[in-house]
T-cell receptor, first 118, second 120 residues
C-alpha cells in the first residue's frame, strides 16, 4: 500500500526566511511519480512539480527547489526567501505504476499549512 | 474550457437528501478523477474515468456514492441520502492521458476549485 506522510501540520515563518516542507512516502513499486501541489485560500490545487522515480536530480525553479532522496524515501520542498503570497497549504502526493486500467488516483499527504508573516 | 470547472461552488443540504455535483474537465482531457477533502485533511481518491472504459470505483466510500461520465465530457458525482460525515470539499481533476507506463509520461492532474458540501 502507498502512503505519504507530511509530518509538519503547520509552519509559520517571517517573510524572507527559507523554509523546508518535508514529505516522506511509502511504496512497494519501483516505478512511481511524486508531486507537490499548492492550495491557496481560494481552494484550487495548483500543480508545482512532478518527479519520476528514476530521476533523482534535484530541481530548482525560481525560489522553489525540491530534493528527492530515494534512500530515505523523501521528497522535500524548499522555498527560499519566502513571501507572504507563498502562504498556502502544500500537499505532497504519490502515484504508483498501474496496470493500465487501474486507478491512477493520487495518494496525498495531509498537507502542511505554511504561514508567511510579513 | 481554460480549466476544470465545478458547480456548484457551495452546496448546503439537509441530512437524507440527495445531491449532485458537476465537473466539466479541460477540453480534450481523457481522464477524470474525483477526490474528497475533509476539513484539515488531505485528499482521498474516490473514482477515476478514462474514456469509455469502465470507471475505477475503488475509492468510493459507500454505495450511496456514484458517478457518471459520458465519453470525455462532463461528470456528475451523486451522493444519495446524505449524512453529516459527507460534509467535505469534493474536488475534480482531469488529465490529458492517464497511465503510468515508464515509456509514457504520467500526465499531470489539473484540479477544479471544488464544491464545498455541507450536510446539516
Amino acid at each position: 500500500a502507498q502512503k505519504v506522510t507530511q509530518a509538519q501540520t503547520e509552519i509559520s515563518v517571517v517573510e524572507k526566511e527559507d523554509v523546508t516542507l518535508d514529505c516522506v512516502y511509502e511504496t512497494r513499486d519501483t516505478t512511481y511519480y511524486l508531486f507537490w501541489y499548492k492550495q491557496p485560500p481560494s481552494g484550487e490545487l495548483v500543480f508545482l512539480i512532478r518527479r519520476n522515480s528514476f530521476d533523482e536530480q534535484n530541481e530548482i525553479s525560481g525560489r522553489y527547489s525540491w530534493n528527492f532522496q530515494k534512500s530515505t524515501s523523501s521528497f522535500n520542498f524548499t522555498i527560499t526567501a519566502s513571501q507572504v503570497v507563498d502562504s498556502a497549504v502544500y500537499f505532497c502526493a504519490l502515484s504508483e505504476a498501474g496496470s493500465g486500467g487501474g486507478a491512477d488516483g493520487l495518494t496525498f499527504g495531509k498537507g502542511t499549512h505554511l504561514i508567511i508573516q510579513p | 474550457g481554460a480549466g476544470v470547472s465545478q458547480s456548484p461552488s457551495n452546496k448546503v443540504t439537509e441530512k437524507g437528501k440527495d445531491v449532485e455535483l458537476r465537473c466539466d474537465p479541460i477540453s480534450g482531457h481523457t481522464a477524470l478523477y474525483w477526490y474528497r477533502q475533509r476539513l484539515g485533511q488531505g485528499l482521498e481518491f474516490l473514482i477515476y474515468f478514462q474514456g469509455n472504459s469502465a470507471p475505477d470505483k475503488s475509492g468510493l466510500p459507500s454505495d450511496r456514492f456514484s458517478a457518471e461520465r459520458t465519453g470525455e465530457s462532463v461528470s456528475t458525482l451523486t451522493i444519495q441520502r446524505t449524512q453529516q460525515e459527507d460534509s467535505a470539499v469534493y474536488l475534480c481533476a482531469s488529465s490529458l492521458v492517464p497511465g503510468l507506463a515508464v515509456q509514457v509520461a504520467k500526465n499531470i492532474q489539473y484540479f477544479g476549485a471544488g464544491t464545498r458540501l455541507s450536510v446539516l
